[in-house]
């Protein structure tokens, strides 16, 4: 008997919420794994597996993805585990941590940008403090 695989959804299958234009959502957003906000959003904290700013939209508070493209804005705090696109339309305001990052020219981070790192391997002879998963900080202001 073959072992049973996960069923992985496919991008375009993701339980999906788009917050449309003219549209503004407060509060929680729970089991969502793609959230497009044309709109305003203002959250607490949300978890999703991506994040798409379209332009024109906005979204306030704090929110942990694996990957975010920003072409509008985020005011609070973003934390991608993969890759953050900034678009050139796109604004960041307040605190953004990513392992990879992308901005395209015109784009504007204001505030502090935190690289993530993976973790360093440790072996078993290793007596030393863990490495911590955040590489130095910048802050970062564009006019």
Partial sequence: M??????????TERRTLVVGRGISLQG?????ERLVVEGTV???MIQAAELVVSPGGV????????????????????TARGNLI?????????TARCRRLQVEDGGQ???????????????????????PA???TASIEQD
């Fill in 42 to 44: 203002e959250a607490s």
């Fill in 28 to 32: 929680t957003v729970q089991d969502a």
């Fill in 2 to 11: 073959a072992p049973v695989r996960p069923q992985v959804r496919e991008p």
């Fill in 134 to 136: 955040a590489a130095p």
């Fill in 59 to 78: 979204f306030k508070g704090e929110v942990e993805v694996e990957d975010a493209e920003v072409a509008g804005t985020i005011d609070g705090t973003l």
């Fill in 86 to 94: 900034l678009r050139a339309s796109g604004k960041l305001l307040g």
């Fill in 109 to 131: 981070i204001s505030g502090r940008m935190e690289m993530l790192t993976d973790p360093a391997p440790v072996s078993p002879l290793r007596t030393s403090a863990p490495v």
